[in-house]
């Protein structure tokens, strides 16, 4: 909306220059701003942050009254963390709802909601979204902590990623799939490293500064695993109080960053080197909508949490992620970025090969943010410090776009 205001202006300004003469338009100057990136933005950071801080008691206060508390496991399944974890016995959940909420409206007012870059990681967000959605009814419905099946869960993750890879493929403006030869060279359409046009199944790590690979066709499953792996790794992370919140703004915060270099021509080409796309910087309104959104349901997902964002919120938040590393051509990178949400899931991957192979146990508890619980950790010791490691790490991937 901001930027159909900015082209309504514009007009207005370029009709009255063309007759000579200043009226409203002249007046009215600083709508300038509304095309600039960095400005729209930062506004939509300011309003997802603004929507999440207004809307939350009113959403919290809803589901109380539906009753739709998260279910806890008990002690028989999980000893000891009953004991640490009984109070937020009733505490609701599906607060994902505010975040998605938020993220959406935001993008409308503030970002060109028909950017494809910005509309597949919308899509596969709320898509998601509404999985999460079924997930956490069910659990509350049936009061167990045990929702969708995990083989339903992961066939309908399968389905919207696919979609969206498919969607990323063949888009020429995101990949180049079906452009023409001076579209590609005159960089309206697909990325490009340097001056060189690059295929969107280009593998890219910014130590190397040409692809490592290029998967052709085969980025479809490949852009499939790095959503469903994303969406599954941001659920596992969310098991304390703001942990994946905290992490997810860090995240968002890196890529935001990341979509703008990648969308301006000198700085991605000349200087840094890194796969450059006309349009993908307007996904930075869209992932700075995701962080404020995050900063916002923090207000009430810090410990002790009033919400948790539930399956609604998490499965949304990492399918979003996943899918703006995909556009910004950086995907490897999140592996360093979201370092935190790799941990998580390696902690639960690991111990289940290690007691099938030697019958031993890695950890205390998986993920990995229960083990250092049951190692005397309190809570709020647990997810700070997992936040610290998350802001360094994020601070690691952004430094390593200039080496080399």
Known sequence: ???????????????????????????????????????????????????????????????????????????????????????KVGTPTMGGVLIIGSVLITTLVCARPLNPFVAVCACTMTALGLLGFCDDYKKVKQKKSDGVSARTKLFWQLVVALVAGCFIYFKKEISGYGATAEELQKGFAGFRLGDEPIGIGSICFPLFKFPLVDLGWLCIPFFAMVIIGCSNAVNLTDGLDGLATGCTITVALAYGILAYLAGHYYMATDYLLIPHNRFVNELTVFVLALAGAGFGFLWFNCHPAKVFMGDTGSLAIGGALGTAAICVKQELLLVIIGGVFVMEALSVMLPVGSFKLRKKRIFAMAPIHHHFELRGWHESQVIIRFWIISIMLALAGLALLKIA
């Not at 589901?63 to 998260?70: A, D, E, H, N, T």
């Not at 279910?71 to 000891?80: D, G, L």
């Open 1 to 87: 909306m901001l930027y159909l205001i900015y082209e309504w202006w514009q007009a207005a300004f370029d009709a009255e220059k063309a007759a000579g003469v200043q009226e409203w338009a002249h007046t009215f100057s600083f709508f300038n701003l509304l095309q600039y990136i960095t400005f729209r933005a930062a506004v939509g950071c300011l309003l997802a942050f603004f929507l999440s801080v207004v809307a939350g008691p009113r959403v919290i206060r809803r589901l109380i009254s539906l009753k739709v508390g998260q279910p806890i496991r008990t002690a028989a399944e999980v000893h000891k963390l009953a004991e640490l974890h009984g109070g």
